[in-house]
C-alpha cells in the first residue's frame, strides 16, 4: 500500500508556505477584482500571483 505524503497536495508550492502564499494571492486579488472566482484563480497560482501584484502595483500589502 502507498504511503501518503505528509507535505499536502503538491499544488501551490505544498505544505505552509503554499496555503500561505495561496491565501495571501487570494486577498490580493480580491482586494483588486472583488472577485471569489478569480481570487480561487490566483490562490491557485499562489506565490507567483503575489510577485505579480507587487510588480503590477508596486505593493505587497493591500
Sequence with gaps: M??????GCGCCG???FGSVGAVFAALL????NHS??????HAFFS??????HWL??????P
Design 29 to 32: 486579488s480580491w482586494n483588486v
Design 14 to 16: 505544498g505544505g505552509i
Design 56 to 61: 503590477q502595483y508596486g505593493e505587497i500589502l
Design 2 to 7: 502507498a504511503e501518503k505524503s505528509k507535505r
Design 47 to 52: 506565490w507567483f500571483y503575489v510577485i505579480y
Design 36 to 41: 471569489i472566482l478569480w481570487a480561487l484563480a
